[in-house]
């Protein structure tokens, strides 16, 4: 092969390489979009604290949306009011008196899809809702004791029976 020749086949090697190595950050968006996106990460796990906090501090008290969102010793949780990118603030939006929305603003358009169900893809917002109020023969969400006819244990035979309460928290994906 001649010295030309094989000067055409490294030059053509060449640019092929930059093509593709160009189409393959076109295509992926390369490191900066890479890093975008776990910025939008980020925010969106942020959100979802948020809505775990305003659902915590809406059943740990009076059933209805907090005026703010700063930890109660019912709700301990400290959670981040502010884009720590921007420190732009979190949005909080009661939308009706059970349902409400966090937002945040985002560098990439939204898909529900990539999230969850619970989006506001327009708005950049995680939308939440209270859960219903206990019925109101369970005020306190105590299952009903049961009556029995047994005689109750002596004092030093006394068995733990004790049921705390618990609390159901809607899963956060």
Same mark, same amino acid.
């Given at each position: 092969?001649?010295?030309?020749?094989?000067? #055409?086949?490294? @030059?053509?090697?060449?640019? *092929?390489?930059? +093509? !593709?190595?160009?189409?393959?950050?076109?295509? /992926?968006? %390369? &490191?900066?979009?890479?890093?975008?996106?776990? #910025?939008?990460? @980020?925010?969106?796990?942020? *959100?979802?604290? +948020? !809505?775990?906090?305003?659902?915590?501090?809406? /059943?740990? %008290? &009076?059933?209805?949306?907090?005026?703010?969102?700063?930890?109660?010793?019912?709700?301990?949780?400290?959670?981040? +009011?502010?884009?720590?990118?921007?420190?732009?603030?979190?949005?909080?939006?009661?939308?009706?008196?059970?349902?409400?929305?966090?937002?945040?603003?985002?560098?990439?358009?939204?898909?529900?899809?990539?999230?969850?169900?619970?989006?506001?893809?327009?708005?950049?917002?995680?939308?939440?809702?209270?859960?219903?109020?206990?019925?109101?023969?369970?005020?306190?969400?105590?299952?009903?004791?049961?009556?029995?006819?047994?005689?109750?244990?002596?004092?030093?035979?006394?068995?733990?029976?004790?049921?705390?309460?618990?609390?159901?928290?809607?899963?956060?994906?």
């Amino acid at each position: 092969m001649s010295r030309s020749t094989q000067g #055409r086949a490294s @030059t053509a090697l060449l640019l *092929l390489t930059a +093509l !593709s190595v160009g189409g393959a950050l076109v295509f /992926t968006g %390369g &490191p900066m979009t890479g890093r975008s996106e776990r #910025r939008d990460e @980020t925010r969106m796990n942020d *959100l979802r604290r +948020l !809505s775990s906090q305003v659902q915590c501090l809406a /059943t740990n %008290g &009076p059933r209805r949306l907090p005026s703010e969102l700063a930890p109660t010793p019912a709700c301990p949780s400290e959670v981040r +009011l502010a884009d720590p990118y921007t420190a732009a603030a979190y949005r909080f939006e009661p939308v009706e008196p059970d349902s409400y929305r966090v937002c945040a603003d985002f560098e990439h358009p939204l898909k529900a899809d990539d999230w969850q169900s619970d989006l506001d893809v327009a708005r950049g917002c995680l939308v939440g809702h209270l859960p219903p109020p206990p019925p109101p023969d369970l005020p306190t969400g105590r299952a009903p004791q049961e009556q029995t006819t047994e005689p109750k244990a002596a004092p030093d035979q006394a068995e733990d029976t004790e049921q705390v309460p618990v609390q159901v928290v809607p899963a956060q994906p």
